[in-house]
Nanobody, 115 residues
Framework: QVQLVESGGGLVQFGGSLRLSCAASGTGFRPNTMGWYRQAPGKERELVAAIDTAGTTNYADSVDGRFTISRDYAKNTVYLQINSLKPEDTAVYYC?????????WGQGTQVTVSS
């Protein structure tokens, strides 16, 4: 069973930075895509960025250059670096793992940006 554990969220001031981490376990060695989604209050969950096993990245059109996704294959961990945080980045950030049609989600980590 795949398990995803997110960390790194918290309360940060406008203009600050955060690095979110998502550690995966139980994945085995299969081609996969890991990604970050976010859900703001009253809004639908939306893709932020994703990265596949080959390291190919995909960013949502709404995401600007402040977001960088990366992964550490040895640690089976994906990261999301967010710089110059804005109040509109406030959301619960979820990690997703996809492989061969199977989709798994983490429990989410809250990011709150104060103005």
């Amino acid at each position: 069973q795949v398990q995803l554990v997110e960390s790194g969220g918290g309360l940060v001031q406008f203009g600050g930075s955060l690095r979110l981490s998502c550690a995966a376990s139980g994945t085995g060695f299969r081609p996969n895509t890991m990604g970050w989604y976010r859900q703001a209050p009253g809004k639908e969950r939306e893709l932020v960025a994703a990265i596949d096993t080959a390291g190919t990245t995909n960013y949502a059109d709404s995401v600007d250059g402040r977001f960088t996704i990366s992964r550490d294959y040895a640690k089976n961990t994906v990261y999301l670096q967010i710089n110059s945080l804005k109040p509109e980045d406030t959301a619960v950030y979820y990690c997703q793992y996809r492989s061969y049609g199977y989709v798994y989600w983490g429990q989410g980590t809250q990011v709150t940006v104060s103005s």
